[in-house]
């Protein structure tokens, strides 16, 4: 268990609709990441925050929103959802913003768009 | 930005013969190379990580090995069990003034009883 809870652990929905994926990093953990994972696809960043701001942007798509509350919590956003959005979504915490840091992934959170 | 390359995709050993799986990077300025384990399903696990004043870190079976001049690094798995069957990816930080990591596509270890 590395400490990073994610929730739902499974989600299906319909084309069109939105779901909010929920994430509560590492004790102590200010940083939070997001991954997208397709079907044998590697692990693509999404974005970062670190204590409650924004601190990183990768491939994110514009129907994508995420924050990170001041308990340290974050949620992942998605709208609008395709097809091509089913994936596994990770969460990962560290202790700080710093690149040089250890990493922790969540379990992930499959979701299935149909 | 960062690109890391990773080879090869798949790669298939007997038992208890070496494992050695290439990344090579872009930013010159990347200092931090992790490397994580996944197995089918589930989540990115850390295996071993160097970082670039390191030129090699070994741990039991698994070491890695880092050239900076040449912006490469390794990953060797000796005395491979079947339980070393998975999806290894390596990973670069984004250099200084970034704060991501950037992976590699992966490469699915499978061993041979």
């Known amino acids: 268990d590395s400490g990073v809870t994610q929730t739902p652990k499974h989600l299906i929905t319909a084309t069109g609709q939105r779901v909010t994926l929920r994430c509560s990093p590492r004790?102590?953990?200010?940083?939070v990441y997001w991954y997208q994972q397709s079907l044998d696809q590697g692990l693509q960043f999404l974005i970062q925050y670190y204590n409650g701001e924004e601190r990183a942007k990768g491939n994110i798509l514009e129907r994508f929103s995420a924050q990170q509350f001041p308990d340290l919590h974050s949620e992942l956003n998605l709208s609008s959802l395709e097809l091509g959005d089913s994936a596994l979504y990770f969460c990962?915490?560290?202790?700080?913003?710093?690149?040089?840091?250890?990493?922790?992934f969540g379990e992930g959170s499959w979701l299935t768009v149909v | 930005g960062e690109n890391v390359e990773q080879h090869p995709s798949t790669l298939s050993v007997q038992e208890g013969d070496s494992a050695v799986i290439k990344c090579t990077y872009s930013?010159?300025?990347?200092?931090?190379f992790p490397w994580y384990k996944q197995e089918l399903g589930k989540r990115p696990q850390l295996i071993i990580d160097i970082r670039s004043n390191v030129g090699e870190k070994k741990d039991q079976r698994i070491a890695v090995t880092l050239n900076k001049t040449a912006k490469h690094f390794s990953l060797h798995i000796t005395e491979t069990q079947p339980e070393d069957s998975a999806v290894y990816f390596c990973a670069a930080s984004s250099g200084a003034g970034s704060y991501q990591l950037t992976f590699g596509k992966g490469t699915k270890l499978s061993v041979i009883p």
């Open positions: 004790s102590g953990d200010l940083s």
């Open positions: 990962a915490s560290s202790v700080v913003a710093d690149s040089g840091n250890t990493i922790y």
């Open positions: 930013d010159s300025a990347s200092n931090y």
